[in-house]
């Protein structure tokens, strides 16, 4: 799993709050906002050590 707070896990911790924040302004609902969130950043932890971290430019 992730460890320390540089890193993968660094940036889950750091942008969770903002894609949450996100989703409820855009849908309203908290608790859906929250299991989505959390759903992603599990997909995150297990996929990103092994595989890297997406290039967030080649995504726009």
Known sequence: MLRGTDGTEG???RHA???????VRRYGHFATAEDAVQEA???AARQWPDQGVPDIRAAG
């Open 11 to 13: 940036l889950l911790r």
């Open 17 to 23: 709050p903002q894609v949450l924040g996100a989703l």
């Open 41 to 43: 950043l599990l997909a």
